[in-house]
């Protein structure tokens, strides 16, 4: 299947500092991607959905403004996890659409542990 | 988009066929049936999807019944490495968003 490269994947953090996390489609172009946060013995949550050229459209209850998108390019996008907190610790997902396939492919994930 | 339900948990043995259903009983015309998988701390991976036929790929065969109200996957000879949270989920077309249930936690046994 196809690939799908997420970076870093894990990461630990201060409490109050921003950390960027990158998805990116290594052997397709991806209009749309995907965005997911996942807690221990959880399910994905899906967070927002990334548009390339556009603005990111978010879920119900998501911080735009906490977590950044951007999908300047049909192989990159970008969360960043704003002035983070110990509850924003977590287990982040991204995947990116092939849509000559109707397939989503899921980045290995990025464990976020926020001290 | 339509829910899904799955059992909880489901145990199999190691080289038997594991057959995992799903009852998608709103899901409508143009909705199709994803089969992903989850093996412990890594990202979901793709099985495999259909929207009515029957459908057989390297990893799976999707069984859907003909009013499209349940569908199952069967795992062909599971193995030790099948062990994972298989996610049956329906969407509309294919720029839909996913939105993943609890899914069902296969413990595959020797």
């Known amino acids: 299947g196809a690939v799908v490269s997420q970076h870093p994947s894990w990461v630990i953090c201060k409490s109050g500092t921003s950390v960027k996390i990158e998805c990116r489609s290594l052997?397709?172009?991806?209009?749309?991607m995907f965005w997911y946060r996942q807690f221990p013995k959880q399910s994905l949550m899906l967070m927002a959905t990334?548009?390339?050229?556009?603005?990111?459209?978010?879920e119900q209850g998501v911080e735009k403004d906490k977590f950044l998108i951007n999908h300047a390019s049909l192989t990159l996008s970008t969360l960043t996890v704003t002035s983070a907190h110990p509850e924003d610790s977590s287990f982040y997902i991204c995947?990116?659409?092939?849509?000559?396939?109707?397939?989503?492919?899921f980045g290995a994930g990025t464990r976020l542990s926020v001290l | 988009d339509a829910k899904t339900t799955q059992p909880t948990s489901m145990d199999c043995a190691e080289g038997r066929a594991a057959n995992l259903p799903c009852n998608h009983s709103?899901?409508?015309?143009?909705?199709?049936v994803y089969w992903y998988r989850q093996i412990h701390s890594q990202g979901p991976q793709y099985i495999i999807h259909?929207?009515?036929n029957n459908e057989t790929n390297e990893m799976a065969s999707l069984i859907i019944t003909e009013d499209r109200k349940s569908s199952t996957l069967i795992l062909p000879h599971a193995t030790l490495r099948d062990t994972a949270v298989y996610y049956c989920?329906?969407?509309?077309?294919?720029?839909?968003?996913?939105?993943f249930g609890a899914g069902t936690q296969v413990v595959v046994t020797p």
């Open positions: 990334s548009n390339e050229g556009s603005k990111a459209t978010y």
């Open positions: 995947s990116a659409e092939q849509g000559a396939k109707n397939i989503q492919y």
């Open positions: 989920i329906v969407r509309r077309d294919s720029w839909g968003k996913f939105q």
């Open positions: 052997d397709f172009q991806a209009t749309t």
């Open positions: 709103t899901i409508s015309g143009n909705e199709y």
């Open positions: 259909g929207l009515k």
